[in-house]
């Protein structure tokens, strides 16, 4: 998760944003309707992530309207879903995903699964959004500093 953050983002490590991937058993493990998933290789190597958690899009940064479309304890938001990009293409981080939402389906108090993404990172974009809707597309907001794009995916697929 650290080499995304650091190659795909060009962020490096922020504690704000991903205090999560310094602590995953405490994000994603210990709570009950939370979850971390790590797809490995045959030979052991990690070549994927995806999590899981119970707290909706926060405001700030996200606008008001859409924290409270998509409230915490309601909305399984997705988090951390990242494949190494030599193992990109081959389904990876679909399968985690269905399995991200399997899991948020048998939870039975989920009623939305919510996500955002960073359209610089290659083939984000397109691959959200063959899984899901777009709610919010903030390179088309004036108001909006970030360059994020927000998707619903139906629960229950």
Do not use: K
């Amino acid at each position: 998760m650290l080499d995304t953050v650091y190659r795909d983002f060009r962020t490096g490590y922020v504690p704000r944003w991903h205090a999560d991937i310094v602590d995953p058993g405490g994000a994603y493990l210990v709570p009950e309707r939370h979850t971390l998933l790590v797809a490995v290789d045959g030979g052991g190597e990690v070549v994927g992530t995806g999590a899981l958690d119970a707290r909706g899009p926060g405001c700030p940064p996200h606008p008001r309207w859409l924290a409270e479309r998509y409230p915490s304890g309601e909305t399984a938001q997705l988090r951390r879903v990242y494949v190494r990009p030599g193992h990109r293409r081959r389904g990876i981080g679909r399968e985690l995903v269905e399995r991200l939402v399997e899991f948020a389906v048998a939870d039975g108090g989920y009623r939305a699964v919510y996500l955002h993404t960073d359209p610089a990172v290659p083939g984000a974009e397109e691959f959200w959004r063959s899984l899901g809707t777009v709610v919010q597309d903030e390179r088309t907001d004036a108001e909006r500093p970030q360059s994020l794009v927000h998707f619903e995916l139906p629960v229950g697929r």
